[in-house]
């Protein structure tokens, strides 16, 4: 028979071991806490979100051409989870990612200004006289010498317009893979030729809140290796690898028509797989859009996560759930049409939806109300 005392040294054993333990662990997570947020910006692992594949995936690529493998199981689950998580979005922290690294706080390492950034705005030749007046008149008056229209013809009415920052790429002038992978070849090319630090990709239906996106590059280091911007897909895109067959490769992308920047030293080692139009030989053998490719070669080929910046947004989410009074913190906005007399955009007091009809003139009076045109 075990005597008392023998009972009782193995359960002060016990103790001592178990005490031991939790102690380690405890020490152990405070040191990688301490050790994480000296980094620099301070990443979040979080979980959750997704509304529907990117624009980019549902419209010109089927699943079996693209070899794509859509991380969507149950669409219509989806777009329900989708809409009672966006009627409650009110903060950065509401909005969840599956294991995406989001930016919380970070520090400011140089001081960066308007000028240190290259601005591209993809555009076509049909768009012009529909979708660049609002912009000329709103933020591109913000940062008239930052941004370039990279688009598919030569239009003199808009070369003079936008003071010459029309670049004709000669890439075809139709939303194909290959012509959007072309536009984006070359939008790269020329901010490497700048000598910019940010590289910021937008389409022409998004407003750029352009002092906010500033403040948001201040805090990253150029000469650190950041891929800023905001996925569509709750999950990381899974394609199949083509050169091991049946092999699954997974990456996330920043949605194109939300906006994404670069920094000058990610764009310098993307320059032997990117540059002088290698970007479209990429494109073409993954089969995938602009947006994706670009996923692809930073997540991907060179291993460098992208960085959530949730205050961008395009319109695959509804904009009318995002509150006026967080407009001064938003970097991006943008517009759709959901059917020929309902449309995707911001909720807003401002001008006459005739006259406003993207509502980007009533943002900009809102954001900077001693524009010209803007009410007195
Ligand atoms: N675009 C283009 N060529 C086209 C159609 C569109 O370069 O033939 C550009 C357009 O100017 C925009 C982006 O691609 O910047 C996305 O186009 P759109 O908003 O029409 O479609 P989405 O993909 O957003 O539904
Ligand atoms: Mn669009």
Request: proline share 4%; net charge positive.
């Amino acid at each position: 028979m075990v005597s008392v005392a023998r009972l009782k040294r193995l359960v002060q054993g016990l103790t001592l071991v178990a005490v031991a333990a939790y102690t380690t662990i405890v020490l152990y997570q405070s040191m990688s806490t301490a050790a994480s947020s000296s980094r620099g910006p301070s990443r979040q692992q979080v979980s959750g979100w997704q509304e529907r594949a990117p624009r980019s995936i549902s419209k010109d690529y089927d699943a079996i051409n693209s070899n794509i493998i859509l991380p969507v199981a149950d669409p219509a689950a989806v777009h329900r989870s989708h809409n009672a998580k966006v009627t409650r979005k009110t903060s950065e922290s509401d909005t969840n990612y599956n294991n995406v690294v989001l930016a919380t706080g970070t520090s400011r390492p140089v001081g960066t200004q308007l000028s240190d950034v290259f601005i591209s705005v993809k555009t076509t030749r049909n768009y012009h006289k529909w979708r660049l007046p609002v912009i000329l008149k709103t933020w591109f008056q913000l940062a008239k010498d930052q941004t370039w229209f990279f688009t598919d013809s030569d239009d003199l009415e808009y070369q003079e317009k936008t003071n010459g920052h029309m670049v004709n790429t000669n890439c075809s002038s139709s939303h194909n893979r290959k012509a959007l992978c072309c536009k984006m070849s070359v939008e790269f090319d020329v901010f490497l030729e700048t000598g910019k630090k940010w590289f910021c990709h937008f389409d022409d239906d998004n407003y750029v809140n352009v002092p906010r996106l500033v403040r948001l590059l201040a805090d990253y280091s150029p000469q650190e290796d950041w891929y800023l911007g905001k996925p569509s897909i709750r999950a990381p895109l899974e394609i199949l690898n083509r050169d091991k067959s049946a092999q699954k490769i997974s990456f996330w992308f920043a949605t194109g028509g939300a906006g994404f920047c670069l920094s000058r030293s990610l764009a310098l080692k993307m320059i032997p797989v990117a540059s002088g139009g290698k970007f479209i030989s990429i494109g073409e053998k993954i089969r995938l859009p602009d947006d994706v490719t670009m996923g692809y070669i930073i997540e991907h080929l060179l291993r460098k996560p992208l960085t959530v910046i949730d205050q961008f947004h395009s319109h695959l989410e509804p904009m009318k759930f995002l509150r006026q009074d967080t407009f001064h913190d938003q970097i991006t906005f943008s517009y759709s049409h959901y059917s020929r007399d309902e449309m995707n955009v911001v909720k807003i007091d401002g001008f006459n939806k005739r006259i406003d009809p993207t509502r980007f003139l009533s943002i900009h009076c809102f954001l900077f109300s001693y524009s010209s045109f803007c009410p007195r």
